[in-house]
């Protein structure tokens, strides 16, 4: 069910307006089941307000004039095996797994986590982190729970290349840290389980 009348808050042509009104739905107890958003040009309704959805911080985003788009988030083992298959195909099983996770260890198949492009400017490779959209998503990501999953220069212990729009669900609160502190997720579980 696409609710129309969130839609049209979330659209409000005046920009002071549809961050009021984005305000207003994240402070409303009760969040709709599902709002509709665009992965891959059809239109999804599995995206909600729940605690780990991207939808807020993508309707933020596009509350600052931002083109915002959602490529990617909930797969199945069948859509991991499938893109992991297609790179192997491109680049071999070495390279290929450096680029997408194995089916069974992807984080899109936990639902926690999502890739964000600009609409304009899909291409998932490291120079996305140079459109507006990317800096916005930087630098706000963490208010909604959501962390640069695979930051420059990190590949060595994440073992994945930089990724500017994969985006993971980790809290606030862990979110804020990691972000503030130029940490991958891997360097903050190993300070956590230090301390
Ligand atoms: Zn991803």
Redesign the pocket.
Known sequence: MIDIEILNRLNAPNRAERLDNLKALLGEAKFPPAVPEYINNHIHTTYSFSPYSPTAAVYAARAEGLSVYLS?GYRDYATQNYLYQRKIGQYGEEVAKTIVAPPGT???QTGL???ITDRYYEF?DSSLENTELYQWMSQHCQEYGFIV?FPNGKGDITGIIY?P???RYVGVEAATYIMENDLCLEEFLALYHEG
């Open positions: 990617s992807s984080e899109h986590a999502c890739d998932k999953r990724e729009w994969h985006f």
